[in-house]
């Protein structure tokens, strides 16, 4: 598998998308590449509510803290805006969308040339390369 891409899909059932972020109960984790995905993990939650509980979304976006994106069928503004801040890409699908269905469009993407979003992201997963400044440095450049 070359350098996979981690995203998570919150489900009931580990085959759709059909819950909202921030009330979640799970959320299935798989590393993507183009040619093959493999299932990760499913980090599991307690029963919790939609609205006035923002103690939770720090839990949730720290067990999606390697996934460049996050599948749900709703985010709300907070949760949005924190995903973001970590690197997480929020993705909005339809009620029950169905997770083979959207790993082959991600690996399809893949494929042909990521969305900007996707590219970003991978180039975030990257670990940084201490010697990046070498050439610069070599070239004449200054602080």
């Known amino acids: 598998m070359e350098r996979p891409v981690k995203v998570a899909f919150a489900t009931t059932d580990l085959k ?32 919790l509510d ?14 999606l803290n390697e996934c460049v994106a996050v599948y749900s069928q709703a985010v709300g503004a907070s949760a949005m805006n924190q995903l973001k801040a970590n690197g997480i890409q929020p993705v909005k699908v339809s009620p029950g969308a169905e997770i083979t269905d959207l790993i082959e469009s991600l690996q399809d993407e893949l494929r042909t040339g ?24 070599a070239e004449g450049w200054e602080e």
Do not use: C, T
Request: hydrophobic share 45%; glycine share 6%; no cysteine.
């Open 114 to 137: 990521p969305s900007r979003w996707l590219a970003k992201a991978m180039a975030n997963a990257l670990p940084s390369d201490p010697s990046r400044f070498d050439a610069m440095e």
């Open 50 to 63: 939609m609205d006035g509980n923002e103690d939770k979304l720090g839990v949730k976006i720290d067990a």
């Open 16 to 47: 759709h998308v059909d819950q909202h972020f921030g009330a979640a109960k799970s959320f299935a984790i798989y590393a993507i590449d183009r040619e093959q995905a493999r299932f990760v993990e499913a980090n599991e939650f307690g029963q």
